[in-house]
């Protein structure tokens, strides 16, 4: 039985990198694409933002979705809609028309994200809930790297219609897989009478705001994430004029911090008990930080790309203690909606952090912008430790 769970678990997690992959081929073509046709940078700007933007408004809103419906069912029904959505940018060249389809496939993963969480301990049992949740960011993040690099490839010796289709067909398949596998997950109603939507999607907030340690530990990696994320515009900077490197330089950098993701989401992440994972969250932002300074202090290559690989752990650590952390306890029948929120909260920072890239860049240079990132990060953590110290403390029974 337990293999049989493994197997499910490794399709399901594969399905969901092919689905990643497929997402950054896209991009990749379609920012490729924009600059072909001399777009402005804010053109290119305006596709990330509506990728990433209904995950933040749309996820809390549509996230009682998540808790009301067959999660199998719901995954089948969300994937085969973003195959239609993603098979329109195939035939699609306005602007306006990319960035409304772009914007609909992400409100199709604010919905498939929170329910894929949900069927990782439906399909492996609670308590191998946190090795699924690493495998399935193992995959998600192999995706993620190997897409703009097969987008890359493909680009150079098909059309870039051709590479499109290739997002379509990782829908079809995860779709399909999920009707093959059939995968369920009824919904929990905790005993009581369903609330009107308006309630349920406050019902998604108030759980987290509800639940002490998760008050403190959500919001101080929100925080985190601000700062860190400034990392995403400033790098460029830190490592063409601080660092003296060229184009090869900055891919080692962007390749040295998805090595550490990877390394930590297969052989770290799954090991950490849910008790631990406080202690996790706060480590991991210390030393995101931490490696920030010294890189930014340094200055020197060879020590940037080992930082880069510890923050990659880092950030997935840090990740994946919030995922861990909510499963152990927000309730069956609103942890959808938990996941929905905590992710739209997340994802809000990541943007905002990014936002302030380019004006910290500009003002303090790539090295001051990285100073700031790690010392606001290392800040926020460690004035955490107290609150999250007194509230586990007051948890724990009396000796």
């Known amino acids: 039985m337990r293999r049989n769970r493994e197997v499910v678990l490794s399709v399901v997690a594969a399905t969901y990198g092919l689905s990643a992959m497929g997402d950054q081929m896209a991009m990749v073509v379609l920012v490729l694409r924009l600059h072909d046709q001399g777009r402005s940078g804010a053109a290119i700007s305006a596709l990330v933002v509506a990728s990433v933007l209904p995950i933040v408004v749309v996820g809390p809103l549509a996230a009682p979705l998540v808790d009301r419906v067959e999660s199998g069912r719901l995954v089948v029904v969300a994937t085969g ?5 993603a098979l329109g940018l195939v035939v699609t060249t306005n602007l306006v028309g990319v960035i409304v389809l772009l914007a609909l496939l992400g409100a199709g993963l604010a919905v498939v994200s929170p329910t894929l969480q949900l069927l990782v301990p439906e399909i492996v049992g609670d308590e191998g809930a946190a090795r699924g949740y690493a495998r399935m960011e193992t995959f998600r993040s192999v995706g993620n790297v190997a897409g703009p690099a097969a987008a890359g490839l493909a680009v150079a010796g098909v059309d870039d219609r051709v590479v499109l289709l290739g997002n379509v067909v990782s829908y079809a398949v995860m779709s399909a897989a999920f009707v093959a596998l059939r995968i369920r997950r009824e919904p929990v109603s905790g005993g009581r009478a369903r609330p009107g939507w308006p309630a349920q999607v406050r019902e998604g907030i ?17 925080v985190a994430v601000v700062f860190t994320a400034i990392l995403n515009v400033a790098r460029v900077f830190f490592v063409r004029d601080d660092l003296g490197a060229d184009d090869t330089g900055y891919g080692w950098l962007v390749s040295a911090h998805m090595v550490g993701m990877l390394l930590a989401a297969a052989l770290l992440a799954g090991r950490i008990p849910v008790g631990r994972q406080p202690a996790v969250l706060i480590g991991a932002g210390m030393l995101s930080g931490g490696c920030l300074l010294i890189s930014a202090t340094a200055a020197v290559f060879a020590v940037a790309v080992a930082m880069f690989v510890l923050m990659g752990v880092a950030n997935v650590l840090a990740n994946l203690a919030i995922r861990n952390l909510i499963h152990a306890r927000v309730p069956p029948e609103t942890r959808g909606r938990a996941f929905a929120t905590s992710s739209a909260g997340l994802n809000a920072a990541n943007l905002t952090g ?16 990285l100073q700031l990132a790690g010392a606001g990060t290392l800040t926020v953590s460690l004035a955490a430790i107290p609150l999250l110290s007194h509230h586990l403390a007051a948890e724990s029974p009396p000796e």
């Open 354 to 369: 990014a936002a302030l890239g380019g004006p910290a860049a500009t003002a303090l240079g790539g090295t001051g912008a």
């Open 81 to 85: 809609l973003q195959a239609v959505v």
């Open 206 to 222: 108030g759980v987290l705001g509800g639940d002490r340690v998760l008050r403190v530990a959500i919001p101080t990696l929100a």
